[in-house]
């Protein structure tokens, strides 16, 4: 409830104490601020309590009743004037009426009379105030629209250059762009609520904390990103006006809010005209989709270069991986997960890693649904908008569950073949240790194992351990020696022996000419 400020002026005191006591002030939202006995005295309170109504006699040594409205008129417009006169005179109520006054009251002042005068009074002052507070947000919105419509003009610049602008607007544009600044791109992953909702709450908060740092950046957004445009301060050059952005930003990020998520946050270099501006937003493009693979939230402040180029190696076709899925090898389904991780982080190629995980996952699904898994929960999303290190962790706990699901129901054969494929290494690997290992009896497993794979047991095992062999052969400087103990074999002679069997070339033959292929395709 708002209460109204009242100052009370008579010559004399019993007319003022008579005043105090004759109606109930607060039940007209009113209260006596102060009192004067003068008219000189009252001009002092009205300078220094500013009060909402005056009632003035219109005679007092001084100034006049008459003589403070027309200053009140003049000097505190939002104060409201109520006359009291012991003389019925039209003269003196004119005037009053011409000095602005809401009411004029005569002596001896009638109870009621002086109510009706303070509701008019405290019904103008409210009516005022309403229509002042009106102005100002009707202020204050066109002062936003047209902020908005500047700040819309400077990001289509920096988005698409100067096409579409003319006249007064490019003039403007051109002018905001050159005063020097850098652009800031900001994406929030791992939401746990709705990304345009956090959007709005990351905009808030990274722009009040740039404003309080004495910033002043044009905000707007683009593609679930919120983006600003922040001109460097003044007085200072440009290289360390950069990195007290980064620097204020670095702060106010060690502070986000949980709701935020992982954000991070790409810098541009620093522009200082309008083709610039457009480079320096480009630049941040291509930043935001490395964003992507970070694993905490972070301000980058430069692009990484790709040291491999843009190609993805052998071992990420699927193909591998659905063979280690359909015989449930969980080794080899990691080794294939940790070979691809450490080619995309190489790469650092946003759509080709979200490309290859939704073909992954459907290349799954369809193998899991061939095998008769329920696969309704295989793909579990905790977050919205999740980032690499999210998507790549459901994509490998489906696929796990996938294995799991295959080596449960495997019959005793394909135990078998799964764990020659996990044990190959072991140099005391036989037919009768596997058949314990998978609760067979190992006769048994010699003749079914022989029906399935068309081979006995040991020469299973030397393709497997070769296979191996091979791999290393390809991808490491390792010895011989060091490989044949590697993969199960205590004679380095007798592997170079099976390896020229099976593959018709000694393991140095075999090393030269994989290393020629690779040279003739590159």
């Known amino acids: 409830m708002e209460y109204y400020s009242v100052i009370l002026l008579d010559d004399e005191e019993l007319i003022i104490q008579s005043l105090r006591k004759m109606i109930s002030w607060s039940d007209l939202n009113c209260y006596i601020r102060d009192s004067a006995n003068s008219g000189e005295k009252g001009k002092e309170l009205i300078d220094e309590a500013c009060p909402d109504i005056l009632i003035a006699d219109i005679k007092m040594p001084g100034m006049s009743g008459l003589e403070l409205a027309e200053y009140c008129a ?76 500047e700040d819309n003009i400077l990001f289509n610049m920096a988005r698409y250059g100067t096409v579409g602008i003319r006249g007064e607007l490019l003039q403007f544009a051109v002018d905001r762009a050159r005063h020097a600044g850098v652009v800031i791109m900001i994406e929030f992953f791992n939401l746990t609520r709705a990304q345009t909702g956090v959007m709005a709450m990351g905009q808030e908060y990274y722009g009040n904390g740039l404003l309080t740092a004495g910033y002043h950046p044009a905000f707007g957004s683009a593609d679930e990103k919120v983006v600003m445009i922040c001109p460097v301060r003044q007085n200072c050059d440009y290289t360390t006006g950069r990195m007290r952005i980064l620097q204020t930003l670095r702060e106010i990020q060690r502070a986000a809010p949980e709701e935020i998520g992982l954000n991070v946050i790409c810098v541009s270099h620093i522009y200082r005209n309008e083709e610039e501006l457009q480079k320096s937003y480009r630049q941040c493009i291509a930043m935001i989709g490395q964003a992507f693979f970070c694993g905490e939230s972070r301000v980058l402040e430069a692009i990484e270069q790709n040291r491999e180029g843009k190609r993805e190696g052998k071992g990420s076709n699927v193909n591998i991986l659905l063979q280690a899925l359909r015989n449930g090898q969980e080794k080899v389904m990691w080794e294939f997960f940790d070979f691809w991780k450490k080619q995309l982080l190489q790469l ?44 790549y962790q459901i ?128």
């Open 74 to 149: 003049a000097r505190h417009p939002e104060c409201k004037v109520i006359i009291v006169s012991a003389y019925e005179d039209f003269g003196f109520a004119q005037k009053a009426i011409k000095a602005g006054t809401v009411d004029y009251l005569l002596k001896p002042i009638d109870k009621q009379e002086l109510i009706e005068a303070v509701r008019r009074a405290t019904g103008s002052l409210q009516e005022w105030r309403e229509t002042a507070q009106r102005l100002e947000k009707e202020k204050v919105h066109l002062e936003n629209v047209r902020t908005l419509a």
């Open 395 to 522: 994509l490998t706990e489906g696929a796990a569950s996938v294995c799991l699901f295959v080596q449960k129901h495997a019959n005793p054969v394909d135990r078998c073949a799964l764990y020659i494929e996990e044990h190959y290494f072991e140099h005391d690997l036989s037919l009768e240790k596997i058949a314990e290992a998978v609760q067979v009896n190992s006769s048994y497993l010699s003749r079914a194992f022989k029906k399935k794979y068309h081979v006995n047991f040991s020469e299973y095992l030397k393709d497997i351990r070769i296979g191996h062999a091979k791999r290393l052969l390809e991808t490491s400087s390792r010895k011989t020696y060091e490989i044949a103990d590697q993969i199960g074999y205590d004679d380095a002679h007798y592997f170079s022996q099976v390896f020229k069997k099976k593959t018709g070339m000694s393991p140095l033959e075999y090393r030269q000419e994989s290393a020629a292929g690779r040279k003739i395709t590159t």
């Open 348 to 391: 650092l190629d946003k759509q080709l890693s979200i490309t290859k995980i939704r073909e992954f996952q459907r290349e799954i699904t369809l193998l899991a649904s061939h095998m008769e898994m329920d696969t309704t929960n295989l793909w579990i999303h905790s977050f919205e908008n999740g980032n690499f290190a999210s998507r």
